[in-house]
């Protein structure tokens, strides 16, 4: 496609003025990252209000007219353009970056024409949480009215509180009803007097489950009878729990309707919740707690329920493995990242479900809107367990994981002993102990702290930290060696037996390395100091593929 961006760049450039989607900048030799990130924003949310299938940023060029191609140094050196996608990224909500990045040659000056994709319908494309737009040449905050217009493009209402034209009140669940009037009840105290005065449909439609006496599709997910599920066909309205053993292989599993007021303690109670044993400290007796909290299991399902994408046909799924619980649930997460939601003080302003939402605060089945998932992370620190794993991988699909035991013990000594750290802190170093990747962010924030080492992408407990949780021996297994040690293992290796497969340096070095490297890392690792070594002529290579033997060059036989 590169090979069409002259044309597409003649093109831009004749254009009278510069539009709301396209901008030009000089960018000689550098540009500020934080402006980078901010016109990723201003430019996704114009493409998507202009009806363009992108957006356009385009570097070498002056933005005043005429126009003329200046050329650009930006990024020419190591690490070049390659890692503007991933750090683009790891600030915008649903992991949006450039749909492509293309540098050529015109004149005989470099240009680059970033590609940026519009905001997805329904949804304003943001960088660090705020979303960005153009008014002529200035780059602010997305208005009001923008951000209304793009919210309002999905063109239908609210399918929760779509009304069920054939159900009556006669089609819920009288246990379900009184059940949601004892939670109603707790909370709203102060109507406790008045609670029981209200016949079923007052009451309802002050709990906003249903609207003017009629039922609504919240109603019949939260209350209805369990045969009255057909009245949101095709939709689905059912929750699944499946128990796995330690191979992934399903033992048992059932499935629950409506009303799901009363289908999550039905759920809650098909899960095994063990008691869980750990050394806390330096003490000989063990801390007892069971394998999961009440609340997060709790709070993690009715997320579930509230956010669920019905429309999908899919079930919720509760998975029980042998240590964790995987909650599953169609539709994207909309706030883009758990990071988004931790940091922000205000609840998100886009749901998919919103009165079913509503209605669910008010029967007290989930927290204020926005504010359980950060209860539930502040849950698991307090029980010093690993965080819980959000996977948004896979586009609309979200997958939580709850842990039901302790991944490693020298990162819960540090949760105990340092009650100071805030909570994005614990969730940076609960990724470094499930061996996940860190944000350019992260590294800095614990670097600042002295609580990691480490290059990326491979990172542990600091020095500083191994002392204070008294977890030495675990520091120095996975600093590990200096790589000039595992060199000098190799030569002498060499000069005692003249040559060697692969797989000999595998038997010498694999379990001597970090602690911290996976089994892939590794034989990565292996294999890149055999190849420095090649090419700084310490060894060389004799045979073919799988033939192919070690030795050490000339110079170094001595």
Not at 128 to 139: I, P
Not at 371 to 397: A, C, E, T, V
Not at 465 to 484: M, P
Request: with cysteine.
């Amino acid at each position: 496609m590169t090979e069409n961006m002259p044309g597409k760049l003649k093109e831009f450039m004749n254009l009278p003025s510069e539009t709301e989607w396209i901008e030009f900048k000089e960018a000689k030799e550098d540009y500020d990252f934080e402006k980078l990130g901010r016109l990723f924003s201003a430019l996704s949310n114009e493409a998507n209000l202009n009806g363009e299938d992108c957006g356009w940023l385009i570097f070498g060029v002056t933005d005043k007219l005429p126009r003329n191609i200046v050329g650009t140094n930006y990024r020419k050196t190591a690490p070049g353009l390659e890692r503007l996608k991933p750090k683009i990224a790891e600030q915008t909500n649903h992991r949006m970056t450039f749909s492509g990045i293309h540098e050529f040659q015109m004149d005989d000056k470099r240009v680059i024409m970033f590609e940026i994709p519009p905001a997805t319908r329904g949804i304003p494309t943001t960088w660090k949480g705020n979303a960005f737009g153009r008014v002529h040449e200035s780059l602010e905050s997305l208005t009001l009215n923008e951000i209304e217009r793009i919210r309002n493009q999905n063109g239908e209402s609210d399918w929760s509180a779509e009304i069920c034209r054939n159900a009556s009140l006669s089609d819920l669940d009288s246990e379900a009803v009184l059940f949601a009037r004892e939670k109603y009840r707790e909370k709203n105290p102060s109507l406790s007097d008045e609670i029981d005065k209200w016949n079923d449909e007052e009451f309802l439609n002050r709990a906003k489950v249903c609207i003017e006496g009629k039922v609504t599709n919240a109603a019949i997910i939260l209350l209805g009878k369990n045969e009255s599920e057909h009245f949101i066909s095709p939709a689905i309205s059912q929750i699944t729990w499946i128990l796995k053993d330690n191979f992934g292989i399903e033992k048992d599993y059932q499935h629950f309707g409506p009303p799901f007021i009363i289908a999550v303690d039905k759920v809650y109670s098909k899960i095994r919740n063990l008691t869980y044993r750990y050394i806390a400290n330096e003490t000989l007796f063990p801390t007892e707690v069971s394998q999961y909290d009440s609340y997060v299991i709790r709070e993690t399902l009715n997320n579930c329920i509230a956010h669920q994408d019905y429309k999908q046909c899919t079930r919720i799924q509760v998975i029980e493995e042998p240590d964790a619980l995987l909650f599953t649930n169609r539709g994207d997460f909309l706030p883009g990242s758990v990071e988004n939601v931790i940091i922000s003080d205000s609840p998100p302003d886009f749901y998919r479900n919103r009165f079913l939402a509503n209605a669910m605060v008010n029967l007290n089945m989930i927290d204020t809107i926005g504010s359980g998932i950060k209860r539930i992370f502040k849950h698991q620190r307090d029980r010093n367990f690993p965080m819980p794993d959000y996977d948004l991988k896979d586009s609309g699909l979200v997958k939580i994981r709850i842990f039901g035991k302790i991944l490693n013990e020298n990162y819960t000594r540090l949760l105990i002993q340092r009650r100071d750290l805030d909570i994005m802190d614990i969730i940076a170093l609960d990724k470094i102990q499930k061996k996940q990747s860190l944000s350019n962010d992260e590294i800095k924030r614990l670097r600042s702290k002295k609580l990691i080492e480490g290059r990326k992408p491979i990172f542990f407990i600091s020095e500083y930290v191994a002392k204070k949780t008294n977890s030495r021996a675990e520091y120095i297994r996975n600093r590990s060696f200096d790589k000039n040690h595992f060199k000098d293992m190799i030569v002498e290796y060499l000069k005692k037996f003249d040559e060697a497969k692969y797989k000999d340096f595998e038997d010498l070095i694999f379990d001597k390395l970090s602690d911290a490297l996976d089994e892939k890392q590794k034989k990565h690792f292996i294999r890149n100091i055999l190849q420095e070594m090649r090419k700084e002529n310490v060894l060389s290579t004799k045979g073919y593929k799988k033939g192919t033997s070690w030795i050490l060059s000339k110079k170094d036989q001595s």
